[in-house]
T-cell receptor
Framework: KQEVTQIPAALSVPEGENLVLNCSFT??????LQWFRQDPGKGLTSLLL?????REQTSGRLNASLDKSSGRSTLYIAASQPGDSATYLC????????????FGPGTRLSVLP | SQTIHQWPATLVQPVGSPLSLECTVE??????LYWYRQAAGRGLQLLFY??????ISSEVPQNLSASRPQDRQFILSSKKLLLSDSGFYLC????????????FGPGTRLTVT
């Protein structure tokens, strides 16, 4: 059974720092991996989707990498801003789970001005 | 462009009362639809998913049920709410098949008293 973990559970950084969020999954048989952000009391906003054949995806200050063989993905945020404060979740779509995703518990990020 | 709606946004219901949460998607056809629950401080739990009208799959046995009366409408129901049903309910959609992103609605905050 696929399990997804995210380390750290919470992170606090000063504004302007570059930072890395980690996502690990136990089974490398996945179609893709998706990163989301969630603001308090809100739904999830899709940030990046990486297909299993890809190594990374970039959107603005965000860069997500995928190492499927080792079961790891990282989300790199450059020049962090207070507006980046949110919970970041990763989700994988296993090949043996139909069209469903398995989510990690999230990393709560605080960027201090 | 596609839009996903959920209502109500918040709901306070007594134990033993019925429940009906609604989710609709605009701007797409034949989507996969999902209901998730997010309890305080915990990850997303997949409750139900649907690949077509009248086709519902349950991930977690409980006192909740789901229905899909129309292509882009997904309803979450209960005949008698329990205290443990409190949480944040999120509806999501994804294009059928392929390797696509999942998109989330704004959520419904349910408090059972």
């Amino acid at each position: 059974k696929q399990e997804v973990t995210q380390i750290p559970a919470a992170l606090s950084v000063p504004e302007g720092e570059n930072l890395v969020l980690n996502c690990s999954f136990t089974d490398s048989a996945i179609y893709n991996l998706q990163w989301f952000r969630q603001d308090p009391g809100k739904g999830l906003t899709s940030l990046l989707l990486i297909q299993s054949s890809q190594r990374e995806q970039t959107s603005g200050r965000l860069n997500a990498s995928l190492d499927k063989s080792s079961g790891r993905s990282t989300l790199y945020i450059a020049a962090s801003q207070p507006g980046d404060s949110a919970t970041y979740l990763c989700a994988v779509r296993p090949t043996d789970y139909g069209q469903n995703f398995v989510f990690g518990p999230g990393t709560r990020l605080s960027v201090l001005p | 462009s596609q839009t996903i709606h959920q209502w109500p946004a918040t709901l306070v219901q007594p134990v033993g009362s019925p429940l009906s949460l609604e989710c609709t998607v605009e701007g797409t056809s034949n989507p996969n639809l999902y209901w998730y629950r997010q309890a305080a401080g915990r990850g997303l739990q997949l409750l139900f998913y649907s690949v077509g009208i009248g086709q519902i799959s349950s991930e977690v046995p409980q006192n909740l049920s789901a229905s899909r009366p129309q292509d882009r409408q997904f309803i979450l129901s209960s005949k008698k709410l329990l205290l443990s049903d409190s949480g944040f309910y999120l509806c999501a959609w994804m294009p059928q098949g392929g390797f696509y992103e999942q998109y989330f609605g704004p959520g419904t905050r349910l408090t059972v008293t």
